[in-house]
C-alpha cells in the first residue's frame, strides 16, 4: 500500500527512498552479489533456461529479463544507452552476447556508477553518472536507448521521454520496460503516444516476472538478510521483490501493478523540441 501511494501521492520522496536503498547496497556489497537490480523473468510454459556460465548462474532470473529484452532486435553495430543502468550487469550482458558497437550506461547513483567503472572492462562499455530527466548527451546520439524497470520512480517521466526521443537517431529503439499500478496504465499510455514513437510491439510479462521472483526468494532473501540489519528486513524485502512486488497475480488487478515490455522505434519526422 505504501509503495502505492508513493508512486501515485510522493512520487519525489519515492524516488529519494529508491536512490538510499540503491546507494546503500552499493555501497556495502563488496562481493559484487548484485550486478543485476530488477526483477528477473521466467518463462511460464516450460523450464528452459538460458546456457550462462556458472558464474553467472547466481544472476540467472535477471539476466534472462535483459536478454528477453534485448533479443527483441539485431544489436549489430549499434551503439546503446541504457538510462538507469544500476550496477551494470545489464549493459555488461548485453555488450557480451549481442555484439553491439558500444553500450552507455547512466545512473544517478554515484556509488553504482563508481563500482561500474572499478569493476567492468570491456571495450565498447562505457559508464558516467547522469540524471535521466536532463540527460547530457547531444542530439541523435544513440541507436538504441535501453530503460528497465526504473522509470517508475521518475518524478517527471514525460521530461524522460523528452530526452528518450531527443537522443536517439532516426530509425533507432527504445527498449522499455516497467511497472505501473492499473489506475495509471490510461495516463501511461498517453505519455507514450505523445512521445511520437513508434510502438512495434507490446508484451505483458507480469507473470513471468512473478515466475521468476518466486524461483528467486530464496536468493533475494540470502542477499538482505547478509547485508540489512533486521529491523529493516520488511522494507527491503518489498523493494527486493521478496513479497510479490504487489504485481498482479490472478483476473483481480485493482490496487496492482502490471509489467509490460515495448519496443519503440523513432521515425525520422518525429518534433524533438
Known amino acids: 500500500m505504501m509503495n502505492r501511494r508513493l508512486s501515485l501521492y510522493l512520487p519525489r520522496l519515492g524516488q529519494l ?17 548484485l550486478l543485476f537490480m530488477n526483477y528477473g523473468y521466467a518463462k511460464l510454459d516450460s523450464n528452459a533456461h538460458l546456457d550462462l556460465a556458472l558464474k553467472d548462474e547466481r544472476h540467472r532470473y535477471p539476466i534472462q529479463l535483459y536478454d528477453h529484452i534485448a533479443s527483441s532486435i539485431d544489436w549489430s553495430g549499434l551503439e546503446g544507452l541504457e538510462v ?9 550482458y548485453i555488450m557480451q552476447h549481442y555484439h553491439a558497437k ?13 563500482f561500474c567503472n ?3 572492462s570491456v571495450e565498447g562499455l562505457a559508464f558516467a553518472h547522469d540524471d535521466a530527466e536532463s540527460l547530457r548527451f547531444p542530439n541523435h546520439s544513440f541507436d538504441v536507448v535501453i530503460n528497465l524497470e526504473a522509470s517508475f520512480y ?41 512521445t511520437g514513437l513508434k510502438c ?33 528486513h520488511k522494507y527491503f524485502y ?14 483481480s488487478k485493482a490496487g496492482k501493478r502490471v509489467y509490460l515490455f515495448f519496443v519503440f522505434q523513432k521515425e525520422n519526422a518525429i518534433d524533438e523540441n
Not at 84 to 92: E, I, K, L, M, P
Open 17 to 33: 527512498l529508491t536512490r538510499i536503498s540503491y546507494e546503500y547496497f552499493s555501497m556495502l556489497d563488496k562481493d559484487a552479489n
Open 84 to 92: 538507469s543502468c544500476g550496477r551494470g550487469g545489464g549493459a555488461h
Open 102 to 114: 558500444s553500450i552507455t550506461g547512466v545512473d544517478f547513483s554515484t556509488q553504482a556508477i563508481s
Open 118 to 120: 572499478r569493476y567492468y
Open 154 to 194: 521518475y518524478p517527471n517521466v514525460e521530461r524522460f521521454f523528452r530526452n528518450v526521443v531527443r537522443v536517439l537517431r532516426p530509425g533507432g529503439y527504445f527498449l522499455y520496460a516497467d511497472m505501473r499500478y492499473v489506475e495509471e496504465m490510461e495516463a501511461w499510455r498517453t505519455q507514450l503516444r505523445n
Open 200 to 232: 512495434l510491439s507490446e508484451e505483458d510479462i507480469t507473470h513471468n516476472v512473478l515466475r521468476a521472483l518466486d524461483l528467486d526468494q530464496n536468493y533475494r532473501r540470502t542477499v538482505i538478510e547478509q547485508y540489512v540489519p533486521k529491523l529493516f
Open 238 to 251: 518489498r523493494w527486493a521483490g521478496v513479497t510479490g512486488a504487489n504485481l498482479a497475480r490472478g483476473e
